[in-house]
Every structure is written in C-alpha cells, then in structure tokens.
C-alpha cells in the first residue's frame, strides 16, 4: 500500500488549532485596498476557523493533519 500524499497547497493555506479546529486565512487582502476601511482591513488580517462544510474535504486532502 502507497503512502498517502498531502495536498500541498492545503497544507499551507490551513493549520490545526490546539483544540483541533481548522484554522485559515481571509481573502481580499491582497489589492485593491484603497477602497477598504482601516477597520476592515485589521479584521482580514487575522486567522478564523474554517466552516465546517469544508472540513471534511480537508481531512481527506491532508490525511497527516
């Protein structure tokens, strides 16, 4: 039996937290920024856990997580 592999990309996108939740990033912080708030851009820059609709994939594509 092959080992199983890490989807790669996933693996950097997601992190487990201590209480085993399912950490990412926000999107839209990467241009197009004068038009956003100050405000909204500090709340983009922190990690939230992921929904769990996707958790479930994601345990699937990072068997190791």
């Given at each position: 039996?092959?080992?199983?592999?890490?989807?790669?990309?996933?693996?950097?996108?997601?992190?487990?937290?201590?209480?085993?939740?399912?950490?990412?990033?926000?999107?839209?912080k990467?241009?197009?920024?004068?038009?956003?708030?100050?405000?909204?851009?500090?709340?983009?820059?922190?990690?939230?856990?992921?929904?769990?609709?996707?958790?479930?994939?994601?345990?699937?594509?990072?068997?190791?997580?």
């Amino acid at each position: 039996m092959p080992a199983m592999k890490t989807n790669k990309s996933a693996a950097k996108r997601f992190k487990l937290s201590g209480n085993g939740k399912l950490i990412r990033f926000k999107a839209n912080k990467s241009h197009i920024l004068t038009k956003k708030t100050t405000k909204r851009k500090r709340n983009l820059r922190k990690p939230t856990v992921a929904d769990q609709t996707v958790v479930k994939n994601m345990k699937k594509i990072m068997p190791y997580l």
